[in-house]
């Protein structure tokens, strides 16, 4: 079993920034993938980034260039590091854990909101 919490969000003016941290826990040896997805209301929820244990980044079209995603794991942890956000950036961020028997963890979510 993995568990992992976000922090991080917030209210934030556009143009503004965040980072969001995950922390993972439980059996974090397993863990292949990490990553952000977003759900804002009355919408489905859509990958924002990803990032594997090599490293390898994935990025929605939609934050390429404003949001960075890192990984630290030593400390089994993804940071989202957001920039020049908008108010269509308004969501709830879930992280993800992928592992390696290819079962995905969530958490519960951290509400960012971006409005002046």
């Known amino acids: 079993q993995v568990q992992v919490a976000e922090s991080g969000g917030g209210l934030v003016q556009p143009g503004g920034s965040l980072r969001l941290s995950c922390v993972g826990s439980?059996?974090?040896?397993?863990?292949?993938?990490m990553g952000w997805h977003r759900q804002a209301p009355g919408k489905e929820r859509e990958l924002v980034a990803t990032?594997?244990?090599?490293?390898?980044?994935n990025y929605a079209d939609s934050v390429k260039g404003r949001f960075t995603i890192s990984r630290d794991n030593a400390r089994s942890t993804v940071y989202l590091q957001m920039s020049s956000l908008k108010p269509e950036d308004t969501a709830i961020y879930y992280c993800?854990?992928?592992?390696?028997?290819?079962?995905?963890?969530w958490g519960r979510g951290t509400q960012v909101t971006v409005s002046s």
């Open positions: 439980g059996s974090v040896s397993t863990i292949k993938n």
């Open positions: 993800s854990a992928f592992t390696r028997i290819g079962t995905t963890y």
């Open positions: 990032i594997t244990n090599r490293d390898e980044i």
